[in-house]
């Protein structure tokens, strides 16, 4: 199913096959990761280094110290994945890095090994949008192709994505305020949960009553979203009660019905607009029990519904070596700085 791909790299042109190795590196955040992947389906190796363990502490993700965790882990990643995969650099046939968005210390960690390990060995440099990387989860291990509309819910982002070939990717709607992860986040530590929050809100909603109390979903025109709203929502509902008598599954239940109800009508509502056959599940937030459910329920109606394993829907690099096999609109230039807003 691969074909042949063209790259330029400064004065190069490389060929991408169904053969090809591409190291990446992914440090956006709090996870060092490096992968090769083979053919841009294939994963060879994939060494993810978290550091959600050091960042509990704090109730969230402190840049400075991710990014010093960054440098001491990134070698270590990299000689792992060399390792792994019973290859070395000279094998490789291009080195990846994503560029943005993301926190712009950490990004640097990564960016710079990989750019360093394609000049150092002479390949090719490809750097990639962290968004397009998380799209890119759903070629791992399937013969998916586009045209599909993507459903990517993160951290930081929701966005409806309209992708109609590898180079023709556009933004039909996203969040005009808070991202779904973002509102998880937040909706935890409102009923007093530890960070990382979202995963844990899930683990209670699943033994809650989704349909306890019925919570606002934003009249939002078109595509986009809106989730401010709903947090006040839940604030509210939360300070309705004594404190010893907080009905937190329930809250945690109502609250994820509403978020996962909303995507779910929106994304029906673009594919069958679009006409298109495929619809892909992209990001953190796609490893939630019941955004997921909800969005494979669309199976039941004749569509083909994707969504990464579970360890690729979290940040790694097997995502981003899968995006600069596939994705024409990504960086070439070692130049490339990075950048941490979308």
């Known amino acids: 199913m691969n074909k042949l791909k063209k790259t330029l790299f400064s004065n190069k042109h490389i060929e991408l096959d169904k053969n090809s190795l591409i190291m990446a590196i992914e440090s956006s955040c709090d996870e060092t990761a490096c992968a090769i992947v083979k053919g841009g389906r294939e994963v060879v190796a994939n060494v993810v280094a978290s550091q959600i363990k050091i960042h509990e502490e704090y109730g969230g993700v402190i840049p400075e110290i991710a990014a010093r965790e960054h440098l001491e882990a990134i070698n270590v990643v990299i000689n792992e994945t060399f390792k792994q995969a019973g290859v070395s650099g000279k094998d490789i046939t291009a080195f990846a890095g994503t560029v943005g968005p993301g926190l712009v210390g950490c990004l640097l960690v990564g960016l710079n090994a990989a750019k360093t390990l394609a000049l150092v060995y002479d390949k090719p440099f490809i750097g990639v949008n962290h968004l397009n990387a998380h799209l890119a989860a759903n070629f791992i291990d399937t013969e998916l192709e586009p045209p599909f509309i993507s459903l990517l819910v993160s951290g930081g982002h929701t966005q409806i994505i309209k992708v109609d070939s590898y180079s023709d990717l556009n933004i039909i709607g996203e969040t005009i305020d808070d991202a779904v992860g973002e509102a998880y986040d937040k909706v935890a530590r409102l009923i007093g949960l530890p960070y990382p929050g979202g995963p844990k809100l899930d683990k209670l909603a699943q033994e809650g009553n989704p349909f306890a109390f019925k919570l606002p979903q934003a009249k939002v025109g078109g595509y986009d ?23 937190t599954k329930d809250i945690c239940a109502s ?46 109606e004749g569509f083909l519904v994707y969504a990464p394993a579970m360890k690729y829907c979290t940040d790694n690099a097997s995502m981003v070596a899968a995006a600069a096999y596939f994705f024409n609109n990504t960086f070439d230039d070692v130049n490339v700085e990075v950048f941490s807003r979308a």
């Open 225 to 247: 979203f809106s989730f401010s709203g709903l947090k006040t929502a839940v604030l509210r509902l939360v300070k309705s009660f004594d404190e010893k008598e907080i009905p």
């Open 255 to 300: 609250f994820q019905e509403c978020v996962s109800e909303t995507l779910y009508k929106k994304v029906k509502s673009a594919i069958n607009e679009t006409k298109y056959k495929q619809v892909v599940l992209a990001g953190g937030v796609a490893a939630n029990s019941e955004i997921r459910k909800k969005i494979f329920s669309l199976k039941d």
